[in-house]
């Protein structure tokens, strides 16, 4: 019991370093001796855990993605139907990209490696499904993964490209959601009104709202700290 307590402590201090490094530097900054550095572990015992940096990325996407979607069903509202809740998760990723750009170089990392985007997609599928199931009732679930491989990809296009004075954030949530929700045969009456709803959102105070809520609760889960280090927007 007490190795695995010792390896939990580790586990614990790798992470709350990984996160502090890559929200202060930049994930392709951060190198392996500032993490060994900061965490204060061997390089032994980071490889027993993670193996590399990617394996810490590959923990904290899947934290985030488990509470992403709950989090924007508390966005839309109980009430509405799940076609907003995906309008509302969706407009949520991308607009954390604009608070930071070494949050917005997070979220590019793993929607580009191979095995971190591949559970994202096979995440993703299971809610496309329940979702827009009932658009398109002759898809199964395996339709809807080789589905996300092309909304992923918007997704990840759409992050890429910062907004400026002219691709303004409400611009670039318009042209995103539009594509995303034709492409799952969402009638065009229904998505005006969603268009219409995400249009009075404020996502940026929510975005912020969500990213504070989302790092309070994997500071919880693993029992550290992160005071003061949040991106403000």
Known sequence: MAVRSDG?????RILQACVRLFLENGYHQTTMLQILREAKVSSSSFQNLFHSKDGVLMELVGFMYENQFGM????AGEALPPVYVYAA???LQITLTELNENLREIYLEAYTQERVLDYIQRATAKELYRIFGSYQ???TEQDFYELEFGSAGLMRGYMANPCTEDFTLERKLNKFVTLALR?????EDEL????TFLAGLDMRSIAQSVMEELFRRLAMHYDFSLDGLLPQG
Not at 183 to 187: A, L, N, T
């Open 89 to 91: 998760e969706t407009a």
């Open 137 to 139: 009732p002759e898809l």
């Open 72 to 75: 924007a069903r508390s966005v």
């Open 183 to 187: 492409g799952y045969k969402v009638p």
């Open 192 to 195: 005006q009104k969603v268009l």
């Open 8 to 12: 939990l402590q580790t586990k614990k």
